[in-house]
Nanobody, 115 residues
Framework: QVQLVESGGGLVQAGGSLRLSCTASGITFSVYAMGWYRQAPGKQRELVATITSRAITNYGDSVKGRFTISRDNAKSTVYLQMNSLKPEDTAVYYC?????????WGQGTQVTVSS
């Protein structure tokens, strides 16, 4: 059974930082591309960042220069370091894992940035 478990969300003031973690089980983590997506109320889910099995990264335009995605294959965990947070970063953040057409999602973790 595949599980992606996110943690690290919470309430933070604008300008602050948070680090999200997503630990995977039931998959060969090292071969999967991992990603973070977010969905704010009334909006579509959007890309935050992805990292391939070879650690090539890609970021959504709104987070470039502020967020950093990384992975630790030994711990089957992907991280999202979020700095200089803004109120518009408020959303539920979801972890994803994908390879060869298979895609899995976590349950999400809430990030709220107060102004």
């Amino acid at each position: 059974q595949v599980q992606l478990v996110e943690s690290g969300g919470g309430l933070v003031q604008a300008g602050g930082s948070l680090r999200l973690s997503c630990t995977a089980s039931g998959i060969t983590f090292s071969v999967y591309a991992m990603g973070w997506y977010r969905q704010a109320p009334g909006k579509q889910r959007e890309l935050v960042a992805t990292i391939t099995s070879r650690a090539i990264t890609n970021y959504g335009d709104s987070v470039k220069g502020r967020f950093t995605i990384s992975r630790d294959n030994a711990k089957s965990t992907v991280y999202l370091q979020m700095n200089s947070l803004k109120p518009e970063d408020t959303a539920v953040y979801y972890c994803s894992a994908g390879v060869s057409g298979r895609n899995y999602w976590g349950q999400g973790t809430q990030v709220t940035v107060s102004s």
